[in-house]
């Protein structure tokens, strides 16, 4: 156990390694000493009791209301489609555009991880009278979890999927066939956010951390937010109590 202190000790400070590269190698080293255990090959696991580094705690990047509205409104644009590899198609580049707006939308209305989203099919979408009112999802661990949606993008949303077919995804590329790639995805919201003038590195994930922060800001609790998130501990949504911004200048307003 010693040793392994030293170790990391030895990584922090002399060889200048982050908090967080010292622990994925000690995690890697650790699964390596339960592999020997069980091959009783070593005695014991020194790395289990050794003290870890802690990672520092950062701020995670969203973005505020403002830049959220010209987003929204960028992707709502249709006098800015880009030409792509179909050249000037108007149509298609018209129909992958709104496939786009629709998958940020929904990161940003649910919390959705991007491969959660893409994953989805029209079944896994809960339509009441033309409204999308939540959307089941597998996430981490394959857990199941009941997201609802809000009710000005559940309108829009359940419109969209209306006459789709319930076996179908989503956000597929046409009839058919499977979902764009995350890759893709990553690579549009860039563009996109650039058309907008943002100056942050936004990516799919970040709009899930906006949507977390517009949950702490409207009064949500951290178990709630731990909830829609479908996090495995409520720990792993601490960050999001540094991040409530609008609702700590609406308190400091009152002195």
Known sequence: MADVEQFSAWQLRDRQVSAAIVTRRLSTLNSFYKWALKQEVVEGNPVYLADKPKRPLRIPVWL??????????TLKDRRNLPINIFGNNQERMTETRRRYELL????LNSGLRISEALGLKVADVRLVD?????????????KERLVPLPEA???????WL?????????FARTAGQKPVS??????YL???VQK???DKRISPHKLRHTYATNLLNAGAERVDIKALLGHESIATTQIYTNVGQERMEKVVSKL
């Open 196 to 198: 907008a003038g943002i």
């Open 190 to 192: 860039r563009g996109m």
């Open 162 to 170: 209306k006459d789709q077919p319930r076996g179908e995804f989503v």
């Open 182 to 187: 995350s890759q893709a995805a990553r690579a």
């Open 153 to 159: 993008f559940s309108q829009v949303f359940g419109f």
């Open 64 to 73: 505020e209301r403002d830049a959220q509205a010209r987003l929204e409104a």
């Open 104 to 107: 940020f939308g929904l990161l």
């Open 130 to 142: 033309g409204t999308a009112r939540s959307v089941r999802v597998i996430g981490k661990g394959n």
